[in-house]
């Protein structure tokens, strides 16, 4: 499937850089822990928080706070939202100031996002984010009480209007750089999972997922 | 020093939570390669891209393209922005799903960016960007043709509206959780540098910097 191509999602300046594969886009989606949300407050200023996501089939769900101002504007008709999710994959050290540049996965969806309210719904989302941090994580916890239900904000953003951006491989040179005689390359840079660290009182062993978490899952 | 408190920077919900100190907020900003801007379209509508920064003193420099929506309307007038950079740097595990949460340290900067005119501003935004890649990069590479600096936008965001965030630490439980048959603990997240790949025609050994890309400047 291709998200079509829209005026917010696409480019004025490198319109070939950005793809619509919606593969591409829930595997980047699937693998990033944290997404930047972006909505235009009520003073008319623009607004970005770092926030825990999960998607379902062509739902984006993203975790808020019931205190949050993003989140009440959500309720009666909706919210404008930006959601960009960014992985960071490598420094590019070129020969010359300007091919500096970064390899990167990103994907940017756009819409309305509706704040969930049906408690299914919500306890779907909320297990699709559990299981975010590692695969199968939502059936070796506790779900949520009532109340703890009743604390939690999810939005759900519709994946209608969605583009991918991507950079791999190494520096891009001016042809009269490459004789500088100035080191070029990449520095490949990875997120990667430490031991993990017990809670106290915990009385059994560590279950498999947790040795998965902090992993992209391999598909 | 500390920045102000400002209707932008304090939380209707968890306000203890932000702390406003400098030295803390330039720590993360400097650490982190990766920062998300977030401005209103002429549409109306938020946009959020990731871009690289650098910080000179009180002043955040980001990372534009001359072509982009946003910088053109920085030109005259300025552009109001969230600068927003978070480093993950754990997944927080709890007994419940509610109390699954990620260890972060998150900057939230708000203002009016202006677009760098000044040839030499822009000069000395684009070293520190460049050596926020990796220190003393930008002795070792070439500086931009004024063709180059042409094609090159760069925003300023005066740091004056800012406040950091962060969690570490353990899993928080309900105290009736604690006896629970599940595991719960931290799984700690490094960005971590890997091998640098060599550019094709290289003729000079790695420089010291090579080997510090990636890392943290242990300050």
Redesign the interface.
């Known amino acids: 499937m291709t998200y079509p191509r829209t005026?917010?999602t696409t480019?004025?300046?490198?319109p070939a850089k950005l793809r619509y594969d919606a593969d591409e886009a829930h595997r980047i989606l699937d693998e990033a822990?944290?997404c930047?949300?972006?909505?235009?407050?009520g003073?008319?200023?623009?607004?970005?928080?770092?926030t825990?996501h999960a998607r379902v089939g062509e739902t984006l769900y993203v975790h808020g706070?019931?205190?949050?101002?993003a989140m009440l504007g959500a309720r009666d008709e909706g919210v404008?939202?930006?959601?960009?999710v960014?992985l960071?994959d490598g420094?590019i050290?070129?020969?010359?100031?300007?091919h500096?540049s970064?390899n990167?996965r990103?994907v940017?969806a756009?819409g309305k996002a509706r704040l969930v309210g049906d408690p299914d719904e919500k306890l779907t989302a909320?297990?699709a984010?559990?299981d975010s941090?590692?695969e199968g994580?939502?059936t070796?916890?506790?779900?949520?009480?009532a109340r703890?239900l009743a604390?939690?904000a999810v939005l759900a953003l519709p994946l209608t209007e969605v583009s991918v951006k991507t950079r791999t491989g190494?520096?891009k040179?001016e042809p009269e750089?490459?004789?500088?005689?100035?080191?070029?390359?990449?520095?490949?840079?990875?997120?990667?999972?430490?031991?993990?660290?017990?809670?106290?009182?915990?009385?059994?062993?560590?279950?498999a997922h947790?040795a998965s978490?902090?992993r992209p899952v391999q598909s």
Chains 1, 2 share one sequence.
Do not use: K
């Open positions: 005026d917010r480019s004025l300046r490198e822990y944290v930047h949300i972006g909505y235009t407050a003073d008319g200023l623009p607004r970005v928080l770092p825990v706070s019931t205190g949050s101002r404008d939202v930006c959601v960009t960014t960071l420094l050290l070129s020969r010359s100031w300007f500096h970064a990167y990103c940017i756009h909320l297990a984010i559990v941090f590692a994580r939502s070796s916890s506790r779900p949520p009480s703890e604390q939690t190494g520096p040179e750089d490459i004789g500088l005689p100035y080191w070029a390359g990449v520095v490949p840079l990875v997120l990667t999972p430490q031991e993990p660290v017990e809670d106290d009182h915990v009385t059994v062993p560590a279950p947790v978490a902090g």
